[in-house]
């Protein structure tokens, strides 16, 4: 299930996911604390919006990942590429982080 918050002024929006499956577990497992809205809530890591958007696979979800990489890569950020080759070995997406991997790991 997703819930969507957005704020008063439309600047902020929020989606929750409620886990459900062990990968929507490892996404919040794996998250990190920020503050939205003046509170603290887990936020999901890039790899986890990497695989989300790698399932979704739409053009503008595939223009995203190539911007978390080149954001990730521009901020001397590397990525976690054991929890990205698991989810997509596990998501059956394997092929569409190939390119990906090609260029970025």
């Known amino acids: 299930d997703i819930v969507f918050f957005q704020s008063p002024d439309g600047t902020v929006r929020v989606d929750v996911f409620l886990a459900k499956t062990s990968f929507e577990r ?4 794996t ?3 920020t503050e939205v809205l003046g509170r ?5 890591r890039p790899e986890a919006s990497i695989v989300y ?3 979704a696979s739409r053009s503008k ?3 995203d990942v ?3 990489f080149e954001a990730r890569r521009a901020a001397g950020d590397p990525l976690d590429w054991e929890f990205l080759d ?3 070995a596990e998501w059956e997406i394997t092929d569409r982080l190939a390119s990906f ?3 970025f790991r």
Do not use: M, N, Q, T
């Open 86 to 88: 698991r989810w997509a």
């Open 53 to 55: 958007k790698l399932i």
């Open 66 to 68: 190539e911007g978390i």
């Open 61 to 63: 979800d595939l223009d």
């Open 101 to 103: 991997a090609d260029r």
């Open 31 to 33: 998250s990190r604390a």
């Open 40 to 44: 603290s809530v887990p936020l999901a």
């Open 26 to 29: 490892a996404v919040i497992e």
